[in-house]
């Protein structure tokens, strides 16, 4: 069993393999090694999967590693070595198969040895390093396209081809950008190869570190030679085509190899074939049959360890990410130096450095220090959870050799999980492996601790997490009832009663108990940590040491964790109270009331100590034992010393408690927050706000009485009412117990904490407000140390760290309200893995029907659970290895699933932690779960080939008496106890071979002389096969005891005596006798063959050897009619080798009795069907979990879009608009999956044949495929695959003259297919068949004839169809013989019937169109039977084309009907003017033999056929033939109207177009039709799985956990390069999947992935990088910039953020107050300008708000100076984008007029004053702007300068393709595709020097650095930054002209034309020389295009079809003169002639 561990551990290659690296190791004399010896092994591991760490951190992990394998000894043997090993190539497999084992040991082993080879003769030594061999393949059927995603080692490969086919040149390109539709997907696989064969003496050793070569160390060097090739050249022949897909299939047809194989030496030479390399040798064996593109994508195989090396070195922090970088290298790759941000300096994780002051790079922090090689493993790569089993309690003795159990057992193999969509069942267990998600949250904001405990309230509540917070589980400890408090808490408690103080150490221990709630586990908490102080960091050390401890442990004993040692003091007794008078002694009643408070006391301590003794009780004590003891103390004292020993004795300690699940794994916190601030401002803060809410309520209600209006009253907010807990036990009891004991849960509704108020200001008249402080009364606070707290918390969080590396988080808080904050928190802690869901809850009002439970309390508009994959089984009793069926009663909902319980116990302990019983799929196989079958057949039909397949799938053993029986034959009988003892050995008798069964003397006599085998002997049998033989003696031992204990029971009632005191009676009096030791069971599932066949020996299997039996099948016929058994037998051959009728007889006879034995489950399989059907009935009958379709009492209802009608809604009531409901189509959509998968065709599934299966929807063309459906569904589904498309099959048809020819030619030469005329087909098909027929006739007709007497009746039968020549009388042989004229041979009649005449045309149907056809465009043109009249209309109906298509289930999958209107159709059938010209000639033909005859007087000839003389009539001929054929267009429309219908109803897709408007327009619109059928093919069947959802049904789904977020999270899968920003607000577009929600940006983006998903599902996700605009909006007064700003940040979802805004934020009234805020407030009213540094301060804090690290921010006017931009710079804060709008004097002048005419000022005054002002901004702008250009432009290169004069939209349109191109891209293809396209500003700011201020960087530029002037390094950074853009337009400009001047090259024109380009285009010209240097352009270009010109002219001149003028004379002569201006003609002066 591949899911047992336990077989790796006797799988012998795992056991050489192992061997073989213990041979390597140098041995101690007591065979072990020593570290340094282990460390030789870890430290090629480390080198092979994690090339590139430090020797620190490798000499970390050798310790960690060597701790974890050693156990703690300082040695290591044989047996601890091989289980650490197989542990680890456990966890680095992610897999239990033993297969996976030996691949990767064998590879490990390879690659970290070599061999020492020795020569014999001349003693030479060599060290043979091993090869490494890369395999590539073609993707081939069963391959998961999607699964594995792609990773750093993928790669795309283009063949570029140029030339022609006899002459093709071949390159080779890499990363060629997007691919398209069709390209070959290969998969390659890098391995050790074959160990060569040496000359000498080999011996395997240790390579040296350096020769290791690390894991895709080959793939790369491959990949390196692949690009290394040079171009070839192709001889491809003749062939026709396209070049690229010639060149393919040529190398395709020279391919001779399955497989490309490439060797790697350690030196990096790559080989092929032992030669070199040829891209032959790669391209041809990875081509893919049917597809001829040059487009490849090459990835490594599925299960590659390549795609987690990918994730691991992330996930590692390590320094170089990249793995395939780190692997070419050698782990030499140095790491990228990443920018600081302002996050990171925020957050603490940057430190300025105090002599540069500049902010150093980014250093990661790596995860290595704790780790070892297996740990890594199983927290980064193991996507199992793997249960360690207990290992032997010495842990330092060597283990035995004998023990086979595994040290690790791995649960059920999970469903395959693809990348992007995929299965429930993967979802529901992926759910359960997800760890929970814990922060622990420090920090000193307040003093009240208020602050902070808001902000992780908040978080928990939008994290759907625990929040936990030491004071507040107290005072639940406080509420809680004393009888359900740990011992811990009620210490606690009584030190609070006390007065004490409770320790932080003790409230920590207290909150652990709490982690252990429902939602911690399911979900996971935030720790809300009180204040520490320095002397308290050790106690919470400690207890981060026990959740370290905890976290990490499977099974824990709650005793252990939940005791406390601690024993508080007893209170001193207090004086006892005076006594009473005696008058008032009456009576013995005391006043409570008076009862002293020692009583109390005295009753609580003695609770307590009642309590600790509860808590160290041992476990329940039997009966039994118990009375033994009270006897004993009641013993007289003269009974003797035995008794007196007895009873002195002490009694037995108690057994240790059991271990349980541990409820505190994976507690551990993922990351450490500390909050922190500078100054305490909540309190006041706080009553600011409150004092801003009073007030605005006042002018709410002055308002209204000012206006008259009456002024409402304020609401009486009654306060809800807390609920109190019961005060009977019993209830209260019951109240935990609901809860499964969780005191959390339970409590939590009885003490509430106060409720979160709405973060706003804003207030209502009616709104009742607290009332404010008395301030002259107020008591001054508390006074705290809060230095002294952030010391020690410091000291704690280090602490912390030391003892694990957590990352840690430091979040600054100043200003920030507890609602931002918490925000802001949630985005720097970046996204969470996996998915949290609400916790289970009881579906209430269950019925019986089971399918209630999917809509169940509900709304109408939320979507249905689904049934989990326990289906109707309870998970709770099947983790705990019993199969037992849930109850609806007990019906749970979690994560969208429906669980049935087994019980109310059950519901509980699932909702309690649910997690923990979904890890493992559901199997009847699983280890543990001990399934007993019994199998029964008549005289053993089938049996044991039906046992061996149950077998086969399930792993069960099959127990055969009969082979066993043969089997004991074989071996010496078993001699009968007492066996007979003798000195002499030879003297014993021979015994059994052991492993063997055995007969005992007796038994083997009795089988000798043919009697029966008796039931105890077949019991024996069975028990020993089965290993649990012992229990026939254990329970014959308790039946002796019991009959004895009967009998001395039966005497003493005799003697009227009391029963005996050690004999044990039940409630009815009888004895009751124990078993000695418990009954063994099976290790595993079990099936009897033939057995039991009778009632008692079903009963003796339970009674005599403890075996119940799950189910027991018997094969009996079936059906409605089912046939005999003999009958049956007897075509099998059973009656030739058994006497049937006996043994039938009595084997039937006892099937039917044990039909009514009691207890037993009784299933008949069907025995008439085939082998294959019989073992899937039997899989459904003992498989509850095998894939069935659900019935009808299971399944949701199906929706019926086309009976949908949406509900009244009110009109002014704004609400979602109403959709119609969606069938959740499964993956074939609504095509059959039957007839797909048997006939590769695909074809309408049926309404009424629809069926749920794995809860999607499947619909089944016919009856038949519905029957075939219901039998086995997983035949036709797959789960790991796609279904595979057939090729497209379009029909297009029309009536005649509709051109249906011509667009079916039309449509084949597009698409490269042929076409098909079905008609004419069909009909040679048919009479082929017809042909055979009648040759079928014929033949048995002339069988029967030649079998006929050939006389009969005397006389003479001839043959059929044979006359006896007639004797003609004397003379008259030489007549001549008349012949008669031929009679017309009637048809020869077929013998068929209608029925069989219909199935031959179906079957000629298929003959003619099927999937032989391949793809194809059939010309639907069906008309031939319309003209036979004499047909009739039941044959034409058979005969029909929608007939014929349906029962043949060849239905296309598109039909086009043309239409075609009538006059069209007749002009393009017939030419009118010829018809009517021959009728004519024909006429006159026929009068001229009129009138030859007239002249003759002879009668005039007959009219010819056809031909009408009317004389009178005017009707001319074209009119009566248009006539007829509108008359036969009508009967065709009729035919065509009733096939459009039938495909209707047939579901099929149908489509209509009007071809009136020519070939053209109506190929184009057929086209459209034809492209989600052939262009878009991929997405035909994804395309009806994918739906449209509501934003509001989205968020319902996702909160039910009925969806995940898709790979794509919230980006939208149509973007290539970066996910999209969507703004705040806005409109979302979700659409799912298979369970997967999607976000197409746009309701257009949203259109196109409906259409064409998978287009888009194939596209890895987005990185992790952000992908953020990050812009700042420069440029002259009045130029745009704020109104572009906001319509960026409108468009892009960015912040659009102003320094006046960010100002007026802080000092807002409401807002936060901090010391930034009061700074900035002090100098806005001293009148002054803010300084620099607090500008810059304020952004940092907004940038680094939740939203704009979110969406991004695009900054307003600023900076303005380079002064502002150096500070910004130096704070971190670098724009992705600079773009500088500029404006002249006019535009900003002309705007200001604009501005103030639209204010209404019309004072000449006002206006003059504000020209001013604007041309004093101008002013200092100019003085400012060129410095600041050129510190971004040269520095970062993110400057781009935008015209401000022109439109709004046209700078809009500008600066968002501007702000696009500078944004962060996040790439979601290979690494490096865009890393020129979108990148972060690459260069660092300049280092100013200290004599000279960075002010001076335009000077220094121009003077240089060092005084000698402008040096070229400077020139080129210079012309990057002031005129790279203009080349670059430039030279797209003269790509668009294309410029060629006479007499130069290409080149040469091109420089010409750019030189003029920028002459006019120069910044620093004049407008006048701007405008010569355009019109010189303009002269140049019309120069170039002279030439041409002029040649056109000329042959215009020669043409003799053209006219010329006079008008073409002048241009002609100008264009002359022009030439002979540019080219002078050559004057010859020595011959001037």
Known sequence: DEGDSSSVWRHQKVQELVVKFWDLFKKEEDSTILKEAYDALVLRFLRIYLPGLSQETEATLCANSWQEAAMGSDRLDLAKFFQGLVRIAQSWCDSNAADDYVGFLEDLLSRSTCFRVSDPLTGEVNMEQPLLRVAFRPVERGDDMMSGGTCEFCESMDLVCSGSADAAEVEVKFDQGQLGINFHTAYFEESAAAVPSFDGAVQRVWSSLDAVRPMGFAITKVFDAVRGIAPFKLNCGDKKGELAHIVVEMLQETNTTPQALFEVTSEGQVSCDGGGLKIQQLVGPIVNQGIMSGSFVLKPERTSILYKLSELRKSLLLDQSDSRLAAASLGTAKAPVELPTFPDLLAGRLAEDPATKRVQPVKKESLLASGSLSALADTFLVSKILKPLPLPAAADEPRSAATAEAVYEALAEFPKDPDGLCNDDADIINL?????????????????????????????????????????VLELAVRTPPGQRSALAKRCVEQLQRGMTVQIGDALRLTLETMSSALCKANGYILDFPPVGSEEVQEVSDFFEKVKSLSSMPEVTLEDVLKDEVVLEPLAPEPEPPKPPEEEAEGEAVDPDAAPEGEGAEGAEGGEEEGRGNEEAPAETPPEDIEGAGDEAAAPEGEGEGAAEEAQEPPPPPPPPPPVPNPWSNTLPRRLVVLSMESDEVGAWRLQTLKLKHEEKARLRKELEDAGEEVPEEEEEEPEEPLQMPEEEEEQQALFDKMAGDALRTMEPFYQPPPLEAATTSVSVTQRLPALPDESQQEESETVDREALKTGEAACVQALRKQCPLPLLSLRADGRPPTEASELLEVMTGPSPGLRVPLPAQIEGAGEEPKELLRLNLEDAQQSRRWSPWRLHCPVSLHEKRLIPGSNEFAVDFAGYVFLCAGEEQMRRFCQWPKRFLTEAPRINAPGLALGFGLLSPCGFRAAELAKRTQGSYGFDVVDVVSLLERAMKQPAMPEPPFPSGEDEAELPPMPAPGEPYLMATERADVLQGKSLALGTCLRLIGWALGIEKNISLIQEQAKALKEAKKVLEEAQAAGNDPPEDLTLDDEGQPVVRLSEPLQKPSKGFILQGFPESVEQFEALEKQLGLVLEQVLVLKPGGEEPPEVAEILSKEGYSSKVPLQPILESQLANFEALAGAEGLRLAEVAMEVTEEEQFVQIRKHIDPFYEVAEDAAMAAEIPDPDEWTPEEVDPEVEAEPQEPPVIPWGSCGSYCPVTLEEQRWLYPGQKDFQHVYRNYVFALGSEAASEAFLKEPVRYVPVSEEPALPPPRVMVTGPSGSGVAKQCEMLGQVYKIPVLKLEELWRAKTKERLDKVLE??????????????????????????????????????????????????????????????EELFVQAMKDAFGPHCGACIVDGSWFGDLDQEEMSDEVKAARSLQNLLTKAQRIPDLTIILKCKNDLAAKNSFDFDAIDRDYEERLAAYKAEVAAAEAKEEDPPEPPEGLVVDEESEEKESDRVKAKFIETKKSQQDALQEFAEALKAARAPLQKVSSDRGDAPTHKAIRWHCKPFVEKRQSLLLRQQVTKVSPSKAKDLLERGLVRVSKFGASSPLLEDSPSIRPPGADLHPAVLRNRMFYPASADELSKFLESPADYLTESGPSRAAAVPAIAVLGAPLAGKTTLARALSKRTGAVCISVASVLGELIAPAALPCKLSKDIAKALRSGKEVPTDLVIAALKQRLVSADCLRSGWILDDFPCTVAQAEALTHAGIVPHRVLMLSATEEVIFSRTLALNAAAGEDGGALLQQELALQKERLSSFHSSAPALRVFYALIFENLRDIDGARSAWAVFDQAHKEAAKGELKAPKGRPGKNQQRGRIPRKLPAEAAPDRPPAQLFSALVKGKDGRGLQPSDMVSYMQASIAELICEGLVDAGDKRPLYPGKSPGESVLVYLARFLRARNPLGTELYAESASQSREDFLSTCSLPSELKEMTEKKKSPDYAWTSTDTAKFEELCARFDEVFPPEVDFANPA
């Open 432 to 472: 359960a492996r997800t760890p929970p998600l814990v922060f622990w949250v420090f920090g000193e904001c307040d003093v009240s601790g208020e602050y902070k405990t808001e902000v992780c309230r908040r978080l928990a509540q939008k994290l759907r997490l625990q929040w936990l917070q030491p004071t507040y």
């Open 1336 to 1397: 079928a006739k014929r033949a048995a007709a002339k069988k029967e004839a030649l079998q006929q007497p050939m006389v009969e009746d005397g006389n003479v039968n001839f043959p059929a169809g044979w006359v006896p020549p007639e004797e003609k009388p004397p003379g008259d042989e030489d007549e001549e013989a008349v012949e008669d004229s031929p009679a017309e041979e009637e048809p020869e009649d077929d013998g068929l019937d209608d029925e069989q005449r």
